[in-house]
């Protein structure tokens, strides 16, 4: 059974501390960022894509006409919500984007390493059954991957 190796990267230590760093820094400049538990964030109006325009549109409508802003209403804050909601976008849209490329990344990886994985623990089965010895302490550990599941002997 052949391995197809779609993957081979090498990610150095220098440039995992580099990435550490630039994490470091993109937090740093995010200092307020929250953490909503899931009912907060079933709870909570959302403005998606299509509710840009119109939060950018009430709010520009609401400067031009202070007489029907309610007296609750802070205009300040509104604004600097709508800014910052701008700017979160420009820095998550590239961050979810990169998130998707390492989980896929990941996962292909992964699969590849597993895969090659199962075909050496098939391999030393096959080696225990032809009477290679030695090995039983290897199969032993690796078998612990697969509890129930018991190999015996031919």
């Known amino acids: 059974m052949a391995i197809t190796n779609e993957i081979s990267i090498t990610i150095s230590d220098e440039a995992l501390k580099n990435i550490q760093k630039g994490l470091d820094m993109i937090k740093a400049n995010l200092p307020k960022l929250i953490t909503l538990n899931p009912e907060q964030r079933q ?3 959302k403005m998606g894509d299509k509710t840009v325009a119109f939060v950018r549109k009430a709010l520009e409508y ?6 029907i802003v309610p007296s609750y209403l802070n205009l300040d804050e509104y604004a600097k919500d709508v800014d910052a909601v701008s700017k979160l976008f420009q820095v998550s849209a ?4 990169l998130v998707e490329e390492l989980d896929d990344t990941t996962l292909l990886a992964g699969s590849e390493a597993y895969a090659t994985a199962l ?3 098939t391999s030393l089965k096959g080696a ?4 290679e010895t030695g090995l039983k302490n290897v199969y032993d ?6 509890p ?6 031919s």
């Open 43 to 45: 709870t909570l109006p």
């Open 62 to 67: 609401a400067r031009q006409n202070p007489k």
């Open 94 to 97: 590239p961050l979810q984007k």
């Open 119 to 121: 075909v050496f623990y």
């Open 141 to 146: 550990d690796l078998s612990t991957r697969f």
């Open 128 to 131: 225990i059954a032809a009477g």
């Open 148 to 153: 129930g599941r018991n190999f015996k002997k």
